[in-house]
């Protein structure tokens, strides 16, 4: 959509902005309401710099997760007008910080076919 955006600010594809949107798969009214959201600012900018803000605080503090920025935003104000959770691991993800946690493997033991089977097991 960036590219039909870029199109059409240029002047050079308002009259084919139908041809563009059904080259790329969209419709037409998606691509405006993305242009007339691209104008607004992010709604949780503010909640952003707390946390730009957070981190830079201190050296550990970049390793912070969501539940501990959470916290912390819950002590800066106790009043508590801050944001679940959930989306504040959505703007992490957003600015970058947070990343997804690697998962650990379920077992370290792999199966050797070549070894005998215990006396219990044969019939």
Known sequence: MKF???KVSDGNGK?????YCRWLGISRQGFYKFMKASNKPW??????QEIRDIIAEDDWNDNYGKKRIWEALLLK???GDIPS???IY???TKMGIIRKAKKKPNGIT???KNS???DTHSA
Not at 15 to 19: E, F, I, L, S, W
Not at 43 to 48: P, V
């Open 4 to 6: 039909l955006a870029q």
């Open 15 to 19: 009259q084919h902005v139908t041809r």
């Open 43 to 48: 709604k949780h900018a503010a909640i952003a």
């Open 77 to 79: 104000h106790p009043d």
């Open 85 to 87: 959770i959930t989306t």
């Open 90 to 92: 959505r703007i992490l």
């Open 110 to 112: 792999k199966a050797d």
């Open 116 to 118: 005998r089977k215990s």
